[in-house]
């Protein structure tokens, strides 16, 4: 995989906050430490975005005429059987 070398510009207690991080064995050096956030910046997009779909759908899926109880047995078969 081809990597880009990027500069960034961080406060003292930005950088103490990464040596930290590294003195405790977290991570091994800054670059690992950034690329680790980047990452989790990435998923979290993914996560809005697919909570985002899943309201929509809601929203146009409109009024039920379920019952509160109908509906939550309903959500609760489904999540039995993804996790199947």
Same mark, same amino acid.
């Given at each position: 995989?081809? /990597?880009?070398?990027? /500069? *960034? /510009?961080?406060?003292? #207690?930005?950088?103490?906050? *990464?040596?930290?991080? *590294?003195?405790?064995?977290?991570?091994?050096?800054?670059?690992?430490?950034?690329?680790?956030?980047?990452?989790?910046?990435?998923?979290?997009?993914? #996560?809005? %975005?697919?909570?985002?779909?899943? *309201?929509? %759908?809601?929203?146009?899926?409109?009024?039920?005429?379920? /019952?509160?109880?109908?509906?939550?047995?309903?959500? %609760?078969?489904?999540? #039995?059987?993804?996790?199947?």
């Amino acid at each position: 995989m081809a /990597t880009v070398r990027k /500069t *960034i /510009t961080l406060t003292e #207690k930005q950088d103490r906050w *990464i040596k930290t991080r *590294i003195a405790d064995g977290e991570y091994t050096n800054d670059s690992e430490y950034i690329r680790d956030l980047v990452r989790r910046d990435q998923e979290q997009k993914h #996560k809005l %975005e697919a909570l985002r779909k899943a *309201i929509q %759908e809601g929203i146009d899926s409109g009024i039920s005429d379920l /019952t509160v109880g109908e509906i939550w047995a309903d959500a %609760e078969a489904r999540h #039995k059987a993804k996790d199947e």
